[in-house]
């Protein structure tokens, strides 16, 4: 099938980062210019929330200046510009560094009275390329988690929603919604594909501003990068700068694209990457709003007896405990003790207790909205402001700037880390924070009251307490937030469904859905480790009460293990299956590794995931395969674009096939459907192929020996599991110990040998020829 050619992936792996990095200065102009010939003429431009303009053409130059130093990205060159216009001035500042460029722009206020400003330009002007624009593709990167992110043709249209008003809140940024056709929008950073290479821009330091891309193909191409200010008024001699911005070509064959931007943002914004993420359970895709106190302390109870093979650390409760949303210290009467005694039980059981909240929400009726209207974000008419439409009701957004939701929100959160003792909170819908409305404090951006909300949340729980970020602009958290939904919600259905209803939702792309969540994930995996944990939402391994199939079960569970973000069940632990627990075993705990996305700069849905390590000097690959279509999905990959020699050992996890390969990787995927082979080069001597004890295989490998007459493997894992190991041997019948005791061993194919062993905790399996 040609969704999954050769061709496709020898285009999408085997390059690195070109060091040469142009750009020219020509009046008021920096150009910027990639040896395959693309230029970008950039300009500046300002633009007031009165819909006054300074275009582009109307500012002159007056002064420049040149000079070297070094910062937190390395040595630079920097060029120092100033413009006029009236009632401006501006200073443009421009740092080449070794292989990509920062930019930032700052103005002034010349003028005799205050003017609030919508947003600055920071780079905006004509783009010139020799290849056809609907060639051209666009990696855009959307406004929170469960906005759409992937990589599309430039002329198909950006992804907006059915719901209108009801749901647009909750799918992209309504203070600048998806363009007409013929605008591509994006946020915080995007990828422009043009022939083979891709021009990178992204916003570097992320705590005051949202930053939006903007492709417009309606004539000529141009393209736009700008900081928003929201409306921040100005005043006469003040100044206002934006946040910093990142310029970088790339090849678009990189199995890495955004792999330098990450980094330089990992430098300004100081992420938390702990060595370590919770696994757990999670109440939310089986119970929903209707769970109770008892469902906890079945699932608790259900998780104590199965913790030698389940070795999970959190049990978090979702949604439906409050008697409504933003009275989170009033309880239904589901829940008639309160939340409390329930974090005591899950303690006193050897496991962390989370608590799921929507602090900057409120439902109309909560007390928070009826005692305290001043506290909520209104638009200029002080009606207000909608956070979407959900739980069968508009919705209320708080407003972080108010100190009286700054102390509120400080109790609360002490409340509920010191007091009920919860150290892991999701919290949800944050978005609302930052909506467009008339604020406490005027000169707040949105950007800043969002960041300033989480800062008043991290300040109250301390800094051991987990916090993972949904529904939430990805910028303002990079620093507060330890892990970070990436993708909307997923579902027991593997398109959208409303009302028990696939049409005409099926291709809405922001909400709930298996495929909508898992391509999030893949689109944002180059995030992982780097600014947060990745959460690409919950396993769903139940038989019963889902339209999920087998088959996208397994693509869900490839997915998580390629992922190595965090990993949280949400299914009746009492009723699955004894072979779906051993999967969930399999992925415990998170391995943490960041995969690479072949295809991310190809397709909507990527379908080629790639982790490797070293074992004993020669490496193991792993590669996940992925078939979103409909339809079966009948291909090959050549094993040298994967990173090995002509000839190699494969092993499939789901069909338990192992083989030897020569030359390529055969592909024959269902609709739906997913492999996760592992790879290993071909030698002479004795070799471990595959194993089930570990997803993906292998990881549980900590120690190993492999020469021509013997073998030694050593395997670590702490859950009580049962597995089969496939080995190779270069001498007919082995023998074969696993510590110390003969095992029986099969022969499933030349010099390959299948065993089944038992074990928790540590293992040492030995094969040697009985003749030496």
């Known amino acids: 099938m040609a969704d999954l050619s050769a061709r496709d992936l020898t285009a999408s792996y085997g390059c690195g980062i070109d060091p040469i990095y142009l750009f020219q200065v020509r009046k008021e102009m920096f150009v910027f210019v990639d040896p395959s010939g693309i230029r970008w003429s950039t300009r500046i431009a300002l633009e007031g929330a009165d819909g006054s303009m300074w275009p582009p053409s109307s500012w002159h130059l007056t002064e420049e200046s040149s000079t070297a130093g070094q910062d937190l990205h390395g040595t630079f060159r920097e060029q120092r510009e100033v413009f006029q216009t009236e009632g401006w001035e501006a200073v443009r500042t421009l740092r080449q560094y070794p292989g990509a460029t920062g930019v930032r722009l700052q103005v002034r206020r010349l003028g005799t009275s205050s003017i609030p400003l919508r947003r600055m330009a920071v780079l905006t002007g004509p783009l010139e390329a020799s290849s056809p624009i609907p060639a051209w593709r666009l990696y855009r990167n959307g406004f929170h988690s469960w906005s759409f992110s992937g990589t599309t043709p430039v002329v198909a249209p950006d992804f907006g929603t059915l719901w209108g008003p009801l749901g647009a809140p909750m ?23 043009i022939g083979e290479r891709a021009l990178i821009l992204g916003q570097l330091t992320t705590a005051d501003q949202f930053v939006k891309i903007e492709l417009d193909l309606q004539g000529a191409p141009q393209l736009h990068v700008y900081a928003a200010l929201d409306g921040v ?98 309880f239904r009467s589901r829940f008639p003790d309160g939340v409390g005694p329930l974090a005591q039980a899950i303690r006193e059981a050897g496991f962390i207790p989370g608590l799921w909240l929507a602090p900057f929400l409120a439902w109309p009726e909560a007390r928070v909205a009826r005692e305290h209207p001043d506290w909520l974000l209104r638009d200029a008419r002080g009606r207000p402001v909608s956070a979407g439409f959900n739980w069968y009701r508009w919705l209320r957004a708080l407003d972080p700037t108010h100190p009286g939701v700054e102390e509120w929100l400080r109790e609360l959160i002490h409340t509920v880390v010191h007091r009920w003792g919860f150290p892991y909170l999701k919290l949800d819908f944050l978005y609302a924070a930052a909506l467009p409305g008339r604020r406490y404090d005027p000169k707040a951006t949105r950007a800043q009251a969002l960041r300033r ?65 898992m391509r999030n994930a893949l689109a944002r995996a ?26 996208e079960i397994r693509l869900l569970i490839t997915v998580v293990a390629m992922s190595g973000g965090m990993v949280l069940d949400s299914d009746p632990v009492f009723a699955l299956k004894p072979e779906r627990l051993a999967l969930w075993s399999a992925l415990l705990p998170p391995h943490g590794r960041r995969p690479e996305v072949l295809d991310l700069l190809e397709r909507e849905f990527p379908r080629i995931l790639r982790l490797q390590a070293n074992m004993a000097g020669p490496p193991v690959v792993w590669i ?35 083989q030897r390969l020569e030359g390529k990787l055969p592909v024959a995927l269902p609709p739906h459907g997913a492999a996760l082979w592992t790879l290993r080069p071909i030698q002479a001597r004795f070799q471990w192929l595959g194993s089930t004890f570990r997803l993906p295989p292998g990881m549980e490998i900590i120690e190993l020996e492999e020469a021509e007459h013997r073998g030694r493997w050593e395997f670590l894992r702490e859950p009580q599991t049962e597995g089969t190991v496939w080995i190779y041997s270069p001498i007919a019948d082995p023998d074969i110990r696993w510590n110390g005791k003969q095992v029986s061993a099969t022969p499933v194919g030349s010099g390959i040998y299948q065993m089944t062993i038992p074990f928790q905790g540590r293992g040492c399996l030995e094969a040697w020829n009985p003749a030496q």
């Open 526 to 551: 180059w995030m992982h480790r780097r600014w947060w944990w990745n959460d690409p939402d919950c396993l769903l391994l139940r038989s019963e009460d889902t339209l999920l199939s087998d088959e």
């Open 624 to 658: 996940g395969l992925l078939n979103p279509e409909d339809r079966p999905c009948q291909s090959e990959l050549p094993l040298q674009a994967l990173g090995l020699p002509e000839t190699a050992w494969g092993f499939e996890f789901w069909s338990r096939l192992v």
């Open 453 to 517: 909300g989480l800062q008043t949340i991290r300040e109250a729980a301390g800094e051991e307490t987990f916090l993972l970020g949904c529904g939430c602009p990805l910028g303002p958290a990079i620093g507060l937030v330890d892990g970070m939904r990436i993708g909307p919600d997923v579902a027991p259905h593997w398109a959208p469904r409303m009302f028990g209803l696939s049409f005409p939702f099926r291709h809405e792309r922001s909400l709930p859905a298996a495929r909508n969540a």
């Open 233 to 330: 008024p100005i005043a006469p001699g003040e100044e206002i700068a934006s946040e910093w911005i990142w310029v970088e070509w790339r090849d678009a064959a990189d199995p890495d694209p955004f792999g330098g931007y990450a980094e330089a943002v990992a430098r300004a914004m100081r992420p938390r990457t702990g060595a370590l993420a919770p696994s757990g359970w999670c109440s939310w895709y089986f119970y929903y709003t209707g769970v109770r106190a008892d469902d906890i302390l079945a699932n608790l109870e259900a998780l104590r007896a199965r913790r030698p093979q389940l070795p999970v650390d959190l049990i978090q409760i979702d949604d439906g405990f409050q008697a409504a949303v933003g009275d989170w210290t009033r």
């Open 171 to 193: 799918t992209f940024d309504i203070a600048t919604p998806p363009g007409p056709r013929g605008v591509r929008r994006s946020d915080l950073v995007a990828a422009l594909v």
